[in-house]
């Protein structure tokens, strides 16, 4: 009896003990951020725990219940992976995983399998854990995304770009064909970033990056550098000049606006440049760069073009990079010489004032013209402390020759746009006027159309401004940029300087001579007054004369000279 009892008290005990494990077993399971399948291989039963529910809609019992798992998964081949994890049990593959997409509940699940064996290599044991791996997965392929593609567009990126053009080449270089790299820009793109704000650039390199994925074909990829410029590749075995086909696809495509959900219509020009393997160079990376420098000189022949690359423009290229590095050093060493070149009145050939003209002394004692350095110092800024230096000394020097000369005279500076937008070109100005007690009405800035391009309204106002406190202002090689005769009349200037090229063929050139002849009858109906510029021969001096040109400058007076040789001739047409 006392054995009886004892025996049922250790059952008791055995039971509660196992009823607290399986109790802590459930709480485990049920914890744990997946589901958990037990197979018992004795018993031929299957027990689901923990999460479940949260994966899967129906019960769990026999093995033959894990076919309803097989039916539930997306099948790509992954459904014959995951019957193998499910039914493992060969001796020596104990543990199996796979990933599945669970489609009713749109889940990505890992599947995770242990099988325990018994030291007679049975197989007792198993357990599948269930894991949700959505989230992963969805980090993984958008990894897997941004390694290839560019977020904004769908296009490949630069990177991925670059792999699939040396493909091409590698490809070309075998069947002794053409590899053509173009570099789209899209024209004055910082109007649409700046007026239209920065969601709506995106939005236009969104759709225009969609274009150009309309038009990939085999052997045609795109991708996007950055900001507006795109790349296409051509692997072109058959020398069909696709490149051209695709350019003109985009001019027609571009015809139309593009509609941006802010309700604007943008219209858009495209400036290309093209560079082929194995002509133009043998690398990826270097015919993604000259394709670019190609386009900058399509920007630079007034954009809207295509061109393809060649050795000449590498050439201006390398020459720029040279000067820019040598720029920066004159900077510093202040290596500028200011020449003068005087203007005269022609009905009394009195001196109506002097241009100042850039000179640079480079290191190789050579003496440059500021055709050769001003292009490449407005482009990299450069030209800020040039001009800054170049104000101040002529100022200078022009207080100095009013003292020596006694009579006033008109000092006329060229004047960049970038330094006419700083903001502190008005106060500087005004500040070094002070300085050498100059009048506002002594001084002349000359500044081109290109002042004009960007902002007009804008630059209208400063230009009120400046001649509000008196400072002339005259407009540059008229005739040479977009010269519409009908903004004239809305641009505050004093002065119309009409450009060398026409005074060239004015003798010559019966429409030459038309044109310069409305173009001075406009400037007196304007009340300006006309400066023809690149006077070198007697005749055009007198034919310029008869048809009431105010002032003249040229060769044929002078040519632009150091202050110390015009000071002279100065004097000595005093005396
Ligand atoms: P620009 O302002 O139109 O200056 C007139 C240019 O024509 C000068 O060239 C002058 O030397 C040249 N020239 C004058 N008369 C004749 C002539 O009879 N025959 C020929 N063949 N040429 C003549 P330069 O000095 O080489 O200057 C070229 C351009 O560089 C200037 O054109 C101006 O746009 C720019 N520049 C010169 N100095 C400065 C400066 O200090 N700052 C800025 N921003 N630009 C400057
Ligand atoms: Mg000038
Ligand atoms: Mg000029």
């Known amino acids: ?227 507006d410029v795109y790349c296409i590749a051509i692997y072109d075995p058959a020398g069909t000049r696709t490149a051209e086909h695709i350019y003109k696809a985009i001019k027609a495509r571009t015809k139309q606006p593009f509609l941006l959900s802010n309700g604007s219509d943008v219209q858009i020009t495209v400036s290309v440049g093209v560079a082929e393997y194995p002509e133009a160079a043998r690398s990826a990376l270097e015919l993604i760069n000259y394709a670019e420098l190609v386009v900058f000189r399509v920007k630079a022949m007034g954009r809207n073009g295509f061109q393809y690359f060649n050795a000449p423009i590498l050439d201006d290229f390398l020459n720029s990079v040279e000067v820019e590095n040598r720029l920066r050093q004159a900077v510093t060493n202040r290596d500028f010489e200011l020449y003068y070149q005087p203007q005269y009145y022609t009905g009394n050939m009195r001196l109506r004032g002097v241009e100042a003209l850039i000179r640079w002394h480079s290191s190789e004692g050579e003496v440059l013209s500021p055709d050769t350095f001003i292009p490449v110092a407005e482009k990299n800024g450069s030209i800020v402390p040039i001009g800054k230096w170049v104000v101040e000394e002529s100022v200078r020097q022009y207080s100095v020759w009013r003292q020596q000369f006694g009579f006033p005279f008109i000092m006329s500076i060229n004047i960049s746009a970038l330094q006419y937008k700083k903001d502190d070109f008005v106060d500087f100005l005004l500040n070094i006027l002070n300085k050498y007690q100059v009048k506002p009405f002594e001084i002349e800035l000359e500044i081109t159309e290109s002042v004009l391009i960007d902002d007009f309204a804008a630059v209208s106002e400063k230009l009120k401004l400046l001649r509000g406190y008196g400072i002339r202002i005259s407009l540059d090689d008229f005739g040479t940029g977009f010269s519409s005769l009908s903004y004239l009349k809305k641009l505050p200037i004093d002065t119309l300087k009409i450009d060398k090229s026409f005074i060239d063929t004015v003798l010559t050139d019966s429409s030459t001579r038309v044109i310069t002849e409305s173009i001075l009858n406009m400037v007196k109906a304007l009340g300006f007054e006309s400066i023809a510029e690149g006077v070198e021969q007697e005749q055009q001096y007198k034919y310029l004369h008869s048809i009431g040109c105010d002032v003249l400058q040229g060769y044929l007076f002078s040519k632009p000279l150091p202050a110390a040789d015009l000071e002279k001739m100065i004097v000595g047409s005093l005396e």
């Not at 077993?25 to 744990?32: E, L």
């Not at 039916?71 to 992954?78: H, N, Q």
């Not at 995983?97 to 889940?107: A, G, I, M, N, S």
């Open 1 to 227: 009896m006392s054995e009886l009892h004892y025996k049922l008290d250790l059952l008791k005990a055995m039971n509660q003990k196992l009823t607290e494990k399986e109790r802590m077993y459930r709480m485990v399971c049920d914890s744990a951020e997946g589901a958990f399948l037990y197979y018992s291989f004795d018993k031929s039963k299957l027990t689901a725990l923990g999460q479940w529910r949260e994966y899967f809609s129906f019960e769990i019992a026999e093995l033959s219940d894990l076919q309803k798992i097989l039916d539930a998964v997306e099948d790509e081949g992954s459904e014959s992976q995951l019957r193998e994890v499910l039914y493992l049990e060969k001796k020596g593959e104990e543990h199996a995983v796979t990933e599945c997409f669970l489609k009713e509940r749109h889940l990505w699940l890992q599947f995770r399998t242990r099988v325990y064996y018994d030291h007679s290599g049975r197989p007792t044991d198993k357990v599948i854990y269930i894991t949700n791996v959505t989230k992963q997965r969805h980090k993984d392929e958008e990894l897997l995304y941004m390694a290839y593609y560019d977020s904004l567009t769908g296009l490949y990126n630069r990177n991925y770009f670059v792999q699939l053009l040396s493909e091409y080449i590698r490809k070309a270089s075998e069947t002794n064909s053409i590899v053509s790299v173009m570099n789209i820009d899209i024209d004055e793109f910082n109007k649409v970033n700046d007026g239209l704000g920065i969601v709506m650039g995106d939005e236009l390199v969104q759709q225009f990056g969609m274009l150009l994925k309309d038009l990939c074909q085999e052997n045609v990829i795109a991708c996007h550098l950055h900001r």
